[in-house]
């Protein structure tokens, strides 16, 4: 039985886009090294850095609570990391599942990587796993018929209730 295809054309241009720094606007070629002097806040996204990695919001989010892992070293790829960061980096990657099935209550999650462009990396320059609440019938046509997408909530809430778990008594960040 052959498989249909849907296509997300809305992505095309995004994909194609030749830097960050074309798309966002950053003074350097990596938009996620320059919001890393801001440190944890609001106006960066930043909600919690450990000394190897951080978590920031994902600015152009496909759902409610989509997150970013990042290391704060700018690579490109996981065998770039060392062993000291890979530790760092994957723990606070699952430990920020932990935060959002507490904040969220989703049904399941997607957790992944695009490495590189031709994966679909929006922003391959710098390495970043995706983490991202889904809900039993979460999808629908909205972003590729009407090319947007619905949230129930604002960046801004996103970021009070997820930093309010990570900024919480029971968080621990993996810090040693």
């Not at 498989?3 to 798309?23: M, N």
């Not at 972003?143 to 029971?170: M, Y």
Request: glycine fraction near 10%; proline fraction near 6%; aromatic fraction near 10%.
């Amino acid at each position: 039985m052959p498989l249909d295809r849907l296509s997300a054309a809305w992505r095309e241009q995004y994909v194609q886009d030749a830097t960050s720094s074309e798309r966002f606007g950053s003074s350097s070629e990596c938009v996620f090294c320059d919001l890393l002097p801001d440190g944890v806040s609001e106006s960066s996204g930043i909600i919690t850095m450990t000394p190897f990695s951080f978590l920031i919001l994902n600015a152009f989010p496909y759902g409610s609570g989509h997150v970013l892992v990042l290391p704060r070293r700018h690579i490109q790829s996981l065998e770039e990391l060392t062993d000291e960061e890979a530790v760092d980096f994957f723990t606070l990657l699952r430990r920020s599942v932990a935060v959002l099935k507490q904040t969220y209550g989703p049904d399941g999650l997607n957790v992944g990587f695009n490495l590189g462009r031709a994966a679909g990396a929006g922003i391959p320059q710098h390495l970043h796993g995706h983490i991202l609440p889904r809900w039993n019938g979460d999808t629908n046509f909205m972003t590729t018929l009407g090319e947007t997408r619905i949230l129930p909530e604002s960046l801004t809430s996103t970021w009070s209730k997820i930093s309010a778990v990570v900024n919480g008594p029971d968080f621990d960040s993996g810090a040693n």
